[in-house]
């Protein structure tokens, strides 16, 4: 990429496309975020921008972060994105960019291509291209936002439909007493999958584990199930 040669090479972008790696396209609050997060795991990073301001609020934080137009097969070509396994779209702004972009890949023979949609319609233009994976950030937020605000969970995570994992406080009725002796999946349709005692490092839960007064539990099961377990006190 000529016009940026600040940024970073294509020699440079195939090095990083070799490793433990990810290209994130689309550098706004959630693109930004992600890749940030992703390197943090100890994962290579290549951003992608058209806002040169983004690009430069992230040069020297990420593996290597680019200006360019993901819109053109071409540039992505030059900037090696098609030797990436996995590539994340995280354009939120510009959907017919976010869908341009997104074509250009699947043509490109990308094998995971996750993209984020801004509402159900874009979801949906982009599952009949043949996304991967599409993403609803602010949809999926707001639904676990609202398992939290009316229960006694402290998180929720929904594994998938209808079957989630919940975070709480261990309820007086598990106490003092193994978890193989509590009946609880019989009683509850839960299971309790790790434990926290206190301030200590979480741990996984199995029929031996006593919990006490003050603990801290991962509970998976039928959502309903999971949080109904979540209001006992």
């Not at 600040?6 to 959630?30: K, N």
């Not at 290549?46 to 040069?59: A, K, M, R, Y």
């Amino acid at each position: 990429m000529a016009r940026f040669p600040h940024f970073g090479t294509p020699d440079r972008a195939r090095r990083v496309a070799e490793a433990d790696s990810v290209a994130v396209i689309g550098l706004g609050r959630f693109g930004s975020a992600l890749a940030l997060e992703l390197m943090a795991g100890g994962t290579e990073v290549l951003g992608i921008d058209l806002d040169e301001d983004l690009v430069q609020s992230l040069n020297g934080e990420l593996t290597q972060v680019v200006r360019a137009d993901a819109t053109k097969q071409e540039v992505l070509r030059q900037l090696a994105v098609d030797e990436f396994d996995r590539v994340v779209v995280a354009i939120g702004g510009d959907i017919s960019a976010s869908i341009l972009t997104c074509s250009v890949l699947l043509s490109m023979g990308i094998p995971a291509i996750w993209a984020k949609a801004v509402d159900d319609q874009h979801g949906l233009i982009l599952e009949q291209l043949g996304v991967h994976k599409v993403i609803y950030p602010e949809k999926d937020m707001g639904r676990r936002v609202a398992h939290l605000v009316r229960g006694a969970a402290l998180d929720f995570i929904e594994i998938a439909p209808g079957y989630a994992m919940v975070k709480a406080p261990a309820p007086s009725a598990i106490q003092d007493r193994p978890l193989g002796e509590t009946g609880l999946r019989k009683a509850h349709g839960v299971t309790v999958a790790a434990f926290q005692h206190g301030e200590d490092a979480w741990d996984n839960a199995d029929t031996s584990t006593t919990l006490r007064a003050g603990d801290t539990i991962l509970v998976v099961g039928k959502t309903r199930d999971a949080e109904a377990f979540a209001q006992l006190l």
